[in-house]
């Protein structure tokens, strides 16, 4: 039996992103629901255990799960309805503007969901061995970050006992911790750019602070073993082009991959979503809506973040997109945004004269003094002084709508005026 059902919002994700943009449209009376397909709200916060969470979004320090307990509860307070253990194995658009969702779940079966508007909160995924096509044999042992924080953190399972890192992303340095709490020595960190992929506070506290040696400009250039890891080899790099004459053998058990995150977009394309190949995300204008009308996203299913505080309040500025969407306000104009020089991405992708907006960058440089510029039709607009800019941290900027009060191209800068390499 097919079970059918509507609401004004559908939610898809019930991460940091998707409860705070649900707590938003259930908050203003819209019937919202969230559809998950883990047995639990909260996303990957609730397997990570550290604290660091909630400083700005919360205004106080917490662990990930009490981040995750909490944006629940603010969540179902507003009246949200929380579809847990479910799948949302298709999606489309129908004539009328609505959208068609069929979920797959164990407790219901299939059930057809009808919704007026569509907040895309997936969130990302891990890159993992295949990514990379780093030659070798394929033996047990080899984990991405986040598998292993699940097994150590949720199950309770050691996943080694001698263990290299590969990429220095956030989520492979809190590991790194992790695993030295834990009793699993980290012989290596390797990272084949000249600087470190993740924040410096996790650099300083989860490697320095435990002598764990950090190799930049190296590669795994291979994973040996039969059953179980038994070494990586690892060479310097020089123009990117690994240094086999200079090669060196390490020895492990375990072999973590920390070397960044795809935002999980499949049901994005399957609506006709365009995508943006600089975040891997969609592309929105100023309101967080995507080229299809009535589909909304935030948070790590749009670009990368480096704080979940963000991903939760980008995701609550969509849910309240929605809410003028569905009372019926014109959509914002496009006109386009750009990254120019020292910037992978801008987003959002579009901005709408006479309105402030709030504007995301991903730097390309390592650079203790830099100006962020922005020019409309060539003409500087806004800029900004800039210390300690480092591509492992998001850039965020507000330009006033009095300084956009003309149709154009908004293009964005990051002049350097003295770069460090690490």
């Known amino acids: 039996?097919?079970?059918?059902?509507?609401?004004?919002?559908?939610?898809?994700?019930?991460?940091?992103?998707?409860?705070?943009?649900?707590?938003?449209?259930?908050?203003?009376g819209r019937s919202t629901i969230v559809i998950d397909r883990e047995e639990l709200p909260g996303g990957i916060l609730r397997q990570c255990i550290h604290n660091g969470f909630g400083l700005t979004y919360f205004k106080e320090e917490l662990?990930?799960?009490?981040?995750?307990?909490?944006?629940?509860?603010?969540?179902?307070?507003a009246g949200a309805e929380l579809r847990l253990g479910c799948a949302v194995i298709s999606a489309v658009r129908n004539a009328d503007g609505t959208f068609e969702l069929t979920l797959l779940s164990a407790a219901d079966g299939v059930t057809k969901l009808t919704a007026r508007a569509l907040i895309l909160a997936m969130g990302c995924r891990e890159r993992n061995r295949g990514n990379l096509a780093i030659p070798g044999?394929?033996?047990?042992?080899?984990?991405?970050?986040?598998a292993a924080q699940k097994l150590l953190n949720l199950e309770g399972v050691l996943p080694g006992r001698r263990a290299v890192i590969v990429g220095s992303g956030d989520i492979g340095l809190i590991m790194a911790r992790r695993f030295r709490w834990s009793g699993i020595e980290v012989e290596a960190v390797i990272e084949i750019m000249r600087h470190p992929s993740g924040l410096p506070r996790n650099i300083a506290q989860c490697l320095n602070d435990f002598g764990i040696p950090l190799h930049l400009e190296h590669s795994v250039i291979e994973i040996g073993g039969r059953e179980r890891v038994e070494y990586v080899d690892v060479a310097p790099l020089s123009d990117g082009v690994p240094q086999l004459e200079r090669k060196?053998?390490?020895?492990?058990?375990?072999?973590?991959?920390?070397?960044?995150?795809?935002?999980?977009?499949?049901?994005s394309a399957e609506?006709?979503?365009?995508?943006?190949?600089?975040?891997?995300?969609?592309?929105?204008?100023?309101?967080?809506?995507?080229?299809?009308?009535?589909?909304?996203?935030?948070?790590?299913?749009?670009?990368?973040h480096d704080l979940v505080d963000f991903v939760s309040a980008e995701a609550a500025a969509a849910g309240r997109a929605a809410l003028?969407?569905?009372?019926?306000?014109?959509?914002?104009?496009?006109?386009?945004?750009?990254?120019?020089?020292?910037?992978?991405?801008?987003?959002?992708?579009?901005?709408?004269?006479?309105?402030?907006?709030?504007?995301?960058?991903?730097?390309?440089?390592?650079?203790?003094?830099?100006?962020l510029t922005a020019e409309l039709n060539g003409e500087t607009v806004w800029k900004r002084r800039l210390r300690h800019i480092r591509p492992a941290?998001?850039?965020?900027?507000?330009?006033?709508?009095?300084?956009l009060q003309q149709d154009g191209e908004l293009v964005f800068n990051l002049i350097q005026e003295e770069v460090q390499h690490a």
Do not use: W
Request: charged share 15%.
């Open 63 to 77: 662990t990930g799960p009490e981040y995750a307990c909490r944006i629940t509860g603010l969540a179902r307070q």
């Open 271 to 304: 609506l006709g979503v365009e995508l943006n190949p600089a975040t891997g995300g969609a592309v929105v204008d100023c309101d967080c809506q995507t080229s299809v009308p009535g589909v909304f996203a935030g948070g790590n299913v749009l670009h990368v």
């Open 248 to 267: 060196f053998r390490i020895l492990c058990d375990t072999v973590l991959f920390s070397v960044g995150l795809i935002p999980e977009n499949e049901l």
């Open 137 to 146: 044999t394929r033996p047990a042992g080899i984990y991405t970050a986040g």
């Open 393 to 403: 941290e998001m850039l965020k900027a507000q330009l006033p709508g009095d300084l």
């Open 324 to 371: 003028r969407y569905l009372d019926g306000q014109p959509a914002a104009a496009k006109n386009p945004v750009r990254a120019g020089a020292n910037l992978k991405y801008a987003i959002p992708n579009y901005f709408s004269p006479a309105r402030t907006t709030e504007f995301s960058f991903r730097p390309l440089i390592l650079s203790n003094d830099a100006t």
């Open 1 to 28: 039996m097919i079970h059918l059902q509507s609401c004004d919002i559908a939610v898809i994700g019930a991460g940091a992103a998707g409860l705070a943009a649900a707590a938003e449209t259930a908050a203003a």
